[in-house]
């Protein structure tokens, strides 16, 4: 079974700029999390998503948005880049809301200069 | 506020047991205790999770104190490959923090 996957691997972005990060959860798996990890803050959870709806949210600002589609595969977008959005962002699928086994996908690093 | 808190760093030898020590003093008495580990370059992976009784699987241990306040996490034969930084989370709180790095030695 493919495990997860997140495209693109690395993205370079300039402030004021948005962008949108694509993940796809192992086959059958509905809930899809991500997270932010950076080397000050660690690792922190943002949303997580199940049957196209947001079901928890992290504390994060609203330019941090997501969407889940029909097929489970799932979207985070941020607007307005600010440096600290400097990050490896990941993605984490499970088979139910809130499971406790999450499978992590390799991430995305994403530059913002 | 941390919600656990862990050594920043631990040292083992290869094929030796490693106990690395988890504090969670503000637990809820429902709130479930959650080990990940993350190797260089790559996504988190899953250890173990517990409640109140001590938990084994095929990776390792998770030893659970009877006031759940803290917890230990168990690898009985640590290899190379262990090397790692160790998360305990707790699952209502799901803020990973900034781990124990793992270092084994030869």
């Known amino acids: 079974k493919a495990g997860v996957t997140q495209t693109p691997r690395y993205l370079i972005k300039t402030r004021g700029q948005q962008v949108t990060l694509s993940c796809s959860p192992i086959s059958g798996h509905r809930s899809v999390s991500w997270y932010q990890q950076t080397p000050g803050q660690g690792l922190q959870f943002l949303f997580e998503?199940?049957?196209?709806?947001?079901?928890n949210k992290g504390n994060f600002p609203g330019r941090f948005s997501g969407r889940q589609f029909s097929n489970s595969r799932s979207e985070m977008n941020v607007s307005t880049l600010e440096l600290g959005d400097s990050a490896l962002y990941l993605c984490?699928?499970?088979?139910?809301?809130?499971?406790?086994?999450?499978?992590f996908g390799p991430g995305t690093r994403l530059t913002v200069l | 506020d941390a919600k656990t808190t862990q050594p920043n760093s631990m040292e083992s030898n290869e094929e030796e047991p490693v106990h690395l020590p988890c504090n969670h003093s503000t637990i809820s008495g429902t709130d479930y205790i959650h080990w990940y580990r993350q190797l260089p370059s790559q996504g988190p992976e899953y250890v173990i999770h517990g409640l109140t009784s001590n938990v084994n699987n095929r990776m390792a241990s998770l030893a659970i104190a009877e006031d759940r306040k803290s917890s230990t996490l168990i690898l009985h034969r640590a290899t190379l490959r262990d090397a790692a930084v160790y998360y305990c989370i707790l699952k209502e709180d799901m803020r990973f923090g900034a781990g124990t790095r793992l270092t084994v030695k030869p």
């Open positions: 984490a699928s499970s088979p139910i809301l809130s499971s406790h086994e999450q499978f």
């Open positions: 998503y199940f049957s196209e709806t947001q079901r």
